[in-house]
Structure formats: C-alpha cells, structure tokens
C-alpha cells in the first residue's frame, strides 16, 4: 500500500455484548475502503470481527487480518493498520460509544472543540467525495470553498 486507505462505508453486520467484551462483527456489504483511489469491499476470507475488551477499551485481536476485494485483487490489512486510519477510528468509537462505559475524563473545550472541527472537516470531505460521484459542480466547489475557509 503506497497511501494510507480511507474508508468508505463501515457499518457492523452486528455487535455483540459479551460481558467484558464487546465484538464488532463484519460483512461484505457493511465495510469498504479505498486504497488508491481504487474501493475495495471486505470479504470474510480471514478475520470478521474487531474485539474490544471493555475493562481496558483496547482491540486484543490487532494481529488479524481483513481481506478487501475490487475484482480479482486483495488487500489485506491488519487491525493494527486499520487502527491507524483516523476515520476507522471515529467510527469504531461511535459504534461502541453504546457499549462503553466511560469513566469520567478531564477534557478540556479546546479538545472537544479539536474533535468536533474534525468531524465537521470529515463530514465535508464526505460530501465533496459525494459531489464528486455524482458530478455535481456546483456542490463540490461549494464545499471545497467550505473546507477551504475552515
């Protein structure tokens, strides 16, 4: 992989509650990714499902692999490195936001503020790749300059 990937959709098929655990369980429909420019879907050939202990809020399976396809090509790519994708993390949290109890944490505005003005940037970037998809001009100079002025 020369570039990082981003991820295109990353839906559970399910999430399971296992006491101290909680499973994000995957499928072929739910999880896509672009390498490259290039969306590659998940396929379950390996790994299916993310493991998340509950007590210590840590994925204990970053070893396993997920295997992505576009046509006749794969790419397969660990947790660990699925981890390092910023938004692969931000959806992770927001599915298991459900499932977390969250100890109380000094945070201060600054940081919040810091997460919201990326998510707002990641929502953009959303819609200029949607504008993009759909050739709509109009819409991704729009947001372009939004994101320009952020």
Do not use: C, W
């Amino acid at each position: 992989m020369s570039s990082l990937p981003t991820i295109k959709t990353f839906k559970p098929y399910y999430v399971k509650d296992d006491g101290d655990h909680i499973r994000v369980v995957l499928a072929y429909q739910y999880f896509s990714i672009v390498i490259n420019e290039i969306v590659y879907h998940f396929v379950p050939l390996e790994a299916r499902e993310i493991r998340i202990n509950r007590i210590t809020q840590k994925v204990e399976n970053k070893n396993d692999i997920f295997v992505f396809q576009n046509g006749k090509k794969y790419e397969s790519i660990s947790v660990a490195n699925l981890m390092r994708i910023k938004d692969f993390q931000l959806h992770l949290a927001s599915i298991l936001s459900p499932y977390m109890v969250l100890t109380k944490m000094d945070v201060t505005h600054d940081e919040i503020n810091a997460v919201i003005m990326e998510l707002e940037k990641s929502n953009i970037h959303r819609l200029i790749d949607q504008a993009l998809d759909e050739k709509n001009e109009a819409d991704f100079l729009k947001y372009t300059e939004l994101l320009k002025n952020m």
